[in-house]
């Protein structure tokens, strides 16, 4: 095929960068989240003509955006993050980490030095801000990759669609910038048709593996489902009559809080290490608790995982056989499927499953549920502060079931949404605590808020947290989201000040204002960025200052006044064992301990 080149810079009208975001556009990306420079310039410039391309102040929360952007399941394209050479992937990683541990999509292109100026580990660097990006990006990615030679289609296609294949993950393919530039392939494949969707081939579990969990089941008169974030909501819709047929008690996941309302009969909330006490008491009555679509990692289990579900039996069922092996919790059965179809056929094996023998189970979880309240009064309430967990249970009646609600990913405020919250069906419910780092609430805000930009986005987020990607207001405010911020104002990070209170007498050190850290006026930073904001108060939810601002379509700023010594209750302490040695306690014994009355289910 003939060549043709821009006569003025040398460069071809028609170059493999184009053919890569072409090739994009086929597999369903219709958005690019940047930060621009000038080892990815081919690839941006195709990408300005063909997708919607969405600039960001710094690139982790571009990554940070994309992540949420795809996992929200409402836009009806897909993102993928572009970022140059060097700090523009070094600035990337924690993007990277997040969404590698929470097994979700973020396909990452990044730009390099040309070929020809690599280093190839001779000198430390020979390009312009050539670092080795795919060295950095393979831990903690399914597939890093340097193409330092055009890629046919079908090459490309195979590697980029692995971020979505089998268990999710990121995908990081680094194009050298001669690469980007070079003629397009005359190869015919380039014509090649393009099948939109993912060609997942889960694994499925044997029939021997699902009548053996429902001999389990039939047998079992306590038992819970637990569902992770490896069952899509659509997937739970469609087994949610099986479920309400047999008369399944439910607990999810925080990757999964979404599947289900917190007001369906059948919910029973989420068990975890900062999880709910009431949930935390039942699944550890449980006489069988099948687990799917989570791989039951040490927050879920309680790192005292030999006592979980101490009276009972576990089933694990996951597309990852890494995750059925890994020695912790104890499993009666270990099951290597897809959440959905494994469930399906469990549940949908009879029409009219005996229930009767459950009823006085799921009795016995509402006394518990309806008997424990979710805040609880050994979390002190200041003159003039807001209570984070009345707060909270506040912000969840002002929610409406079409509102994305994300419970940013650590901290006080994290905690707090996480215990508290009452979901909605219908709502889409996002964090990223496997990483748990700080700065994701407002970037993960910026991408759902993009993949349905008709939605109301609410984001709760700590000021330690927030401080470390407040630049990204810009991207708020130039973009017109929707986003209402509710930044919990405690004038430090309050985990850190718990820890150091609890394990080092108070000895505090760079946990707060007092110790070190620093924090602008808030009004006059969402003044700069032309976004308006307001102090809140006590019974906020009847001010109609408030509502009037929470009812618009514009985003908004709020300020919530929290005691610098607020407490976040109940939670899993230590304790001395006989030897001497330190154990975190079972899920079930949350600090401050209950009456034995309640514990051993006198709850009325």
Known sequence: MKKSYDSNLGVPAVTHADEVIDWLRELGYSHCFFVAGGNSMHLLNRARQTMTCVPFVHEVAAGIAAEYFNATGLANGKAFVLVTAGPGLTNLVTALAGAYLESRELLVLGGQVKST???????????????????????????????????????????????????????????????????????????????????????????????????????????????????????????????????????????????????????????????????????????????????????????????????????????????????????????????????????????????????????ECRRVRNGLTLSEIANERYEGYLNTYDFVLGLSHLCVAEDIVIPCSSGGAFTSMMQAFGQKTGQVLLTDKGLASMGYGLAGAIGAALSSRQKRTVLVEGDGGFSQNLQELATISAQ??????????????????????????????????????????????????????????????????????????????????????????????????STGSMESAPLHEMTPPLPPNLLTGQIV
């Open 480 to 577: 017109g989201l929707n986003i209402k911020i509710f930044i919990f104002a405690n004038e430090g990070y309050a985990s850190i000040r718990m820890t150091q209170r609890n394990y080092f007498s108070g000895a505090y050190l760079g946990c707060d204002t007092k110790t070190g850290l620093g924090f602008p006026n808030w009004k006059i930073l969402a003044d700069a960025y032309g976004i308006g904001s307001m102090e809140l108060s006590p019974n906020f939810e009847s001010d109609h200052e408030f509502l009037k601002t929470w009812h618009e379509s514009s985003p908004f700023l709020y300020i919530v006044p929290v005691h610098p010594e607020q407490t976040y209750f109940p939670k899993i302490s230590s304790r001395v064992t």
């Open 117 to 363: 100026d690599l280093s190839r580990g001779a000198v430390r660097q020979r390009g312009i801000q050539e670092v080795d990006g795919v060295a950095i990006a393979k831990p903690i990615s399914k597939l890093a990759i340097r193409v330092e030679k055009p890629l046919s289609k079908r090459e490309f296609i195979s590697l980029a669609r692995e971020s979505s294949v089998g268990r999710p993950g990121p995908v990081f393919l680094e194009y050298c910038l001669d690469v980007q530039g070079s003629p397009a392939s005359s190869v015919n494949e380039t014509h090649m048709a393009v099948e939109v969707g993912d060609r997942n081939n889960l694994p499925c579990a044997s029939d021997e593996d699902v009548a053996r969990v429902g001999a389990l089941l039939e047998r079992a008169t306590r038992p819970v489902l637990l569902i992770g974030g490896g069952l899509s909501r659509s997937g739970f819709d469609r087994v949610l009559p099986f479920v309400e047929a047999w008369g399944l008690p439910v607990m999810t996941t925080w990757n999964g809080s979404d599947r289900i309302g917190s007001d369906h009969p059948l919910y029973f909330g989420r068990p975890n290490t900062w999880g709910q006490r009431s949930s935390n008491i039942l699944i550890q009555r449980a006489d069988l608790v099948i687990a799917v679509g989570t791989r039951l990692g040490l927050q879920q289990t309680g790192f005292n995982w030999q006592e979980f579900v101490p009276d009972g039996e576990v089933v694990q069922v996951d597309i990852d056989p890494v995750e059925l092996t890994k020695g912790h919790p104890r499993l009666a059965a270990g099951i290597l499927g897809d959440a959905e179809d494994f469930l399906t056929r469990l549940l949908g094996q009879s029409a009219e499953p005996e229930r009767t023998k459950r009823n006085e189970w799921v009795a």
